[in-house]
């Protein structure tokens, strides 16, 4: 908003304006220019000397047009005309059918005729922002190290989301390799596609689809689909949290071990489905949680789990920000499987990163 100030020196310059709308302050200014409108309880004109002006409407005293304007007031009555001000607040509109009184006081929004109204403009703009439209998002990260030790560590991620206020379609791909003195520490491939469905504000139901490799843990393939339904506890513009839950089917195949006695069998079952998703905008940046948990329906205790929290910060540039945090991957099996000479692999796997990420649509 244009600093009171700014009124001051646009009511002196006014005097000698060659625009018909004017402006009177309670304070006595006038500002001579063209009124564009009244909404959220502000006056906008625009002048040959200072620009576009807003005024606060309870700052002002009363306006006068030179053309037809649309005048709405807070009964709900709307008037078409041109408006003639007076002391005290004092509005007269000259409608086709007489004069009609009213006071600046009583007036709620304003608009120039044959123009959309601002309440139209706002319906306007809650449809556009209701409207199915693609988001994409993709992330890379590269580092190297020499020395000591030599690795090299490459990431990249993709997501396309298709989604408005009914329902949700979601498509991810990403791939992850690191090596370390030569020998391969990381080199997994994942991909998916999900789908939500609205029921109510509340509850929604779920199906989705997952495949993936993993050439440490020696699987060759995982494959996982699952539905069920989903419970929103609260989803505003700045936090986001919601549950869900159902059954799934998993089916895992894996490279023969060194041991037999230690080889893992490969997974073919129904299994459990649950997961969790927590987001919070804050001025600086969104913190992000995601949980999901898969155990098997006839052994509970063979289930993989990931938790996955990351800070993202805003660059500079539009649709770039730098994403920080940490996975938790955990396979309660994966210690049976032999890596020899090497050691047995751990049941957790923690990875730290930091990804560039570019966000378009």
Not at 20 to 28: E, R
Request: proline share 2%; charged share 25%; hydrophobic share 35%.
């Amino acid at each position: 908003m244009k600093n009171y100030t700014l009124i001051l020196i646009a009511a002196i310059a006014g005097a000698t304006s060659a625009f018909a709308d004017s402006v009177v302050t309670k304070d006595g200014s006038i500002v001579n220019g063209t009124i564009i409108g009244i909404e959220d309880k502000t006056l906008t004109v625009e002048t040959s000397y200072a620009g576009t002006v807003e005024i606060p409407v309870d700052q002002i005293d009363n306006f006068s047009t030179d053309t037809q304007i649309k005048l709405a007031l807070d009964n709900g009555s709307t008037f078409v005309g041109t408006v003639t001000g007076s002391d005290a607040g004092g509005l007269s509109v000259a409608t086709n059918e007489g004069p009609v009184l009213t006071y600046m006081a009583e007036v709620e929004e304003s608009w120039k005729a044959g123009s959309p109204s601002p309440a139209e403009k706002r319906n306007a703009a809650a449809l556009k922002k209701l409207e199915r439209k693609w988001s994409y998002e993709a992330t890379f990260d590269l580092a190297g190290k020499s020395g000591n030790s030599d690795s090299t560590t490459m990431g990249a991620d993709f997501r396309a989301i298709l989604a408005d206020h009914k329902d949700s379609l979601e498509f991810f791909l990403g791939a992850n390799y690191q090596e370390t003195d030569d020998d391969v520490s990381a080199d997994d491939l994942r991909g998916g596609v999900e789908y939500t469905s609205n029921i109510s504000k509340t509850l929604n139901w779920y199906v989705r689809s997952e495949f993936g490799t993993d050439a440490i843990k020696d699987i060759d393939l995982n494959m996982n689909a699952a539905a069920g339904l989903g419970y929103v506890f609260t989803n505003t513009e700045t936090r986001q949290f919601n549950v869900r839950g159902g059954l799934g089917y998993r089916y895992e195949t894996y490279e023969e071990a060194t041991a037999p006695a230690l080889t893992r069998e490969d997974v073919s079952a129904a299994s459990f489905d649950f997961g969790a998703y927590h987001s919070e905008v804050f001025k600086w940046g969104t913190l992000v949680n995601r949980l999901s948990v898969s155990p098997l329906l006839e052994e509970f205790s063979n289930y993989k789990a990931m938790l996955d929290s990351s800070v993202n910060l805003p660059l500079k540039a539009e649709g770039w920000t730098v994403r920080v945090g940490v996975n938790f991957d955990y396979d309660s099996k994966a210690d049976q499987l032999d890596r020899t000479p090497k050691p047995r692999l751990k049941n957790l796997d923690t990875t730290y990163y930091a990804r560039l990420v570019l966000s378009w649509k």
